[in-house]
Nanobody, 126 residues
Framework: QVQLVESGGGLVQAGGSLRLSCAAS????????MGWYRQAPGKQRELVAT???????NYQDSVKGRFTISRDNARNTVYLQMNSLKFEDAAVYYC????????????????????WGQGTQVTVSS
């Protein structure tokens, strides 16, 4: 199986920066896309940014120009550099691995659409 472990969340002042990391581990063969989603209290989970294995990125409009997603394919790790943080960026941030092929016993390959991390809290203060 595959596990995603996030790190880097915390408390930051408005206008400050944080960098989130998410490492996928397991018998991974390939991951089509990795990304970050967030969920604020009382709101639905929303896409923040995604990046494909080829480096194509997609951002939510509200974070364009402030957040940068990057990926280390060799390490199956995705990063989210968040600058100029605003109060409305406060949420639990979840890492996602989409289109995951992994190897199981007897050399059999398996595919799973999505894996999720446990979430990391980002709090923005005044």
């Amino acid at each position: 199986q595959v596990q995603l472990v996030e790190s880097g969340g915390g408390l930051v002042q408005a206008g400050g920066s944080l960098r989130l990391s998410c490492a996928a581990s397991g018998s991974i063969v390939s991951i089509n896309a990795m990304g970050w989603y967030r969920q604020a209290p009382g709101k639905q989970r929303e896409l923040v940014a995604t990046i494909t294995s080829g480096g194509m990125t997609n951002y939510q409009d509200s974070v364009k120009g402030r957040f940068t997603i990057s990926r280390d394919n060799a390490r199956n790790t995705v990063y989210l550099q968040m600058n100029s943080l605003k109060f409305e960026d406060a949420a639990v941030y979840y890492c996602n691995a989409h289109g995951v092929t992994y190897s199981g016993s007897h050399g059999i390959s398996y595919f799973r659409s999505d894996y999720w991390g446990q979430g990391t809290q980002v709090t923005v203060s005044s």
